[in-house]
């Protein structure tokens, strides 16, 4: 199987067919989920394909998210075995090269760490500067950590410093990061749980009473009064939705400083 050595923009995600379609099926089930519960029509469904859109679109930001973190777990381990070859006698852009077998044996061969050092290896086969490899490289992760690094490396590498002890010191850095993001993640995850349940919870209670009681909800669908109260229902559930999403993603981004 040929290996995929091209460069890849970290910033951006394309989905493969398989993501692709399982993240239009949420978002469908979604739209179809409201258009069912506020309306009771299928031809909400169009006007409400702007939900789904959005939908789609926040899938598609948190796999890019995910990716970048996983990016920069891997990134550590790479500079970890990078400043312990250093140590052996290892010059930086051998070290680099010969981190790479380490790097397959912890993500396999596809692991995005290991794509990015095969790009390494053949652009210093091209006699391309080391520092300039790894600016590229930070530039197209999106990675705050590989982003310092790539500074703090170019900067050693110019004055002639230990190498070894600042990528070590780096590596350490950038486990503490990665750490604090574990734990945040943990610390957050009871609050993330009661937000979905509060999310679900409406339309548990629709379902309920809906089956219990046939036709008690029906004044509400198919009319003019009903269909604007339900509208103004779903703008409000909508707004209490993202607000609750843009809470935790400020809680997150304040426990990370």
């Known amino acids: ?32 989920m409201l258009a069912f519960f506020f309306y009771r029509s299928l031809w ?31 990134f550590r381990e790479g500079i970890l075995a990078v400043a312990t070859l250093l140590q052996a006698g290892y010059s930086a852009e051998n070290a680099f090269v010969e981190c790479y077998q380490d790097m397959v044996l912890l993500y396999g061969e596809h692991g995005l760490l290991c794509r990015e050092l095969r790009l390494v290896r053949r652009g210093l086969c091209l006699n391309v ?15 705050e950590e590989v982003e310092q690094f790539a500074q703090v490396f170019a900067l050693a590498k110019r004055s002639g410093g230990n190498m070894s002890q600042v990528i070590r010191n780096a590596a350490e850095l950038i486990g503490k990061r990665v750490e604090l993001r574990q734990e945040m993640r943990t610390l957050l995850g009871g609050r993330r749980m ?48 993202f ?6 993603d400020r809680m997150e981004a304040e426990m990370a400083v």
């Not at 169009?46 to 891997?74: D, M």
């Not at 009661?194 to 046939?214: A, D």
């Not at 607000?243 to 935790?248: A, K, Q």
């Open 129 to 143: 500067p080391l520092e300039r490899l790894l600016e590229d490289f930070a530039a197209r992760s999106g990675c």
């Open 44 to 74: 909400a469904v169009l006007p409400l394909s702007g939900v789904g859109l959005f939908c789609f679109r926040c899938l598609l930001r948190k796999k890019r998210k995910k990716i970048r973190e996983e990016l920069v777990a891997q």
């Open 194 to 241: 009661e937000l979905n349940i509060m999310r679900v919870m409406p339309f548990g209670i629709l379902l309920y009473v809906g089956l219990g009681n046939p036709g008690y909800f029906a004044p509400l669908y198919h009319n003019p009064q009903g269909i604007a109260v339900m509208s103004g229902c779903l703008l409000a559930y909508l707004t209490a939705y």
């Open 1 to 32: 199987m040929r290996k995929n050595s091209r460069p890849q923009d970290y910033r951006k995600y394309h989905m493969g067919k398989r993501e692709c379609a399982g993240a239009l099926l949420l978002s469908t089930g979604a739209t179809g």
């Open 243 to 248: 607000l609750g999403e843009e809470v935790m």
